[in-house]
């Protein structure tokens, strides 16, 4: 029964992600979103732990200490900020790198849909702009600076305008760049 739940959960959440890369302008990259949830190692671990009402690799982690569906996730799926850190010579530690805006554009439609999947009826458009304050990832330094500044923008476009409003910007940073 999990694993049905899960399937469900994840698919509804895909397809969402799919219709806002298509107002995105990235309908392809869209296509290709969160495949890699459907593998072994990230899908096993997904009906095991599923909620409905978080991700099941936050209950992985209060149980074995670490998400490996998670690190497997992260390792493939290049609109996720994790991704995007490299080795930096001249410090000599892993360092967050800026994000391609085709990815973090995929992101953002990924952010949006996992709020509308979780929250469901009590979604507003403010919902993702207060999940992305409370977290302690772009205040610890692991988010690209850039990276934080430009999702924060389009998330506070989202909040104050709607995703009309919001989805022009992110055709704006496809086709510009930040």
């Known amino acids: 029964m999990k694993a049905w739940k899960h399937f469900k959960t994840i698919t509804k959440h895909r397809h969402k992600v799919i219709l806002h890369c298509m107002k995105a302008g990235i309908f392809w990259q869209g296509l290709f979103h969160d495949l890699s949830k459907y593998s072994p190692t990230e899908f096993l671990a997904g009906a095991k732990y599923y909620q409905g009402t978080r991700s099941p690799n936050e209950k992985e982690r209060e149980t074995i200490g670490y998400s490996l569906a998670w690190m497997h996730h992260k390792g493939r799926n290049r609109h996720h900020f994790e991704y995007w850190t490299d080795y930096n010579p001249a410090t000599k530690l ?13 992101m953002f439609c ?43 923008y389009l998330l506070e476009v989202l909040a104050e305008k709607g995703e009309e409003e919001a989805f022009k910007e992110v055709h704006k940073l496809i086709k510009e760049g930040y």
Do not use: W
Request: net charge positive.
């Open 110 to 152: 990924d952010r949006v849909a996992a709020s509308k999947i979780y929250m469901g009826k009590d979604y507003k458009d403010t919902c993702p702009l207060q999940y992305f304050q409370k977290s302690t990832a772009r205040k610890v330094g692991m988010f690209h600076p850039d990276t934080a500044d430009k999702l924060m």
């Open 94 to 106: 892993n360092t967050p790198v800026k994000m391609p805006a085709k990815y973090l554009a995929e």
